[in-house]
Nanobody, 121 residues
């Protein structure tokens, strides 16, 4: 099934910033705008967690661990969602994924490859 394509990860120092991008595949272009979108992350040995979400009207929600440091945005014309991360910490190290969320806040599509974010000096 459809997989979103994440990019923008890399190695950054603590306190640094990074912007991740998520582009929807062509097959869901027509349904992108009404979707609730989210960014997830999965650190080694831990379960995948939702860290940020944005609804069709651009209302946002964040996990407490990233609140005030991460910003999620979207452009429905580009079918793209971004996650701007600042003041990064070592605990932010993880593979980051994007996905649509169902009305019950569950992942809607198959997981893509994700993009690795490593925060280290």
């Amino acid at each position: 099934q459809a997989q979103l394509v994440e990019s923008g990860g890399g190695l950054v120092q603590p306190g640094g910033s990074l912007r991740l991008s998520c582009v929807a595949p062509r097959m869901i272009f027509s349904v992108f705008s009404p979707l609730l979108m989210g960014w997830y992350r999965q650190a080694p040995g831990k379960e995948r967690e939702l860290v940020a979400s944005i609804n069709p009207s651009s209302a946002t929600d964040y996990a407490d661990s990233v609140k005030g440091r991460f910003t999620i945005t979207r452009d429905n014309s580009r079918k793209t969602v971004w996650l701007r991360m600042s003041n990064l910490k070592s605990d932010d190290t993880a593979v980051y994924y994007c996905n649509a969320l169902t009305t019950s806040k569950q992942p809607k599509y198959d997981w893509g490859r994700g993009t690795q974010v490593t925060v280290s000096s």
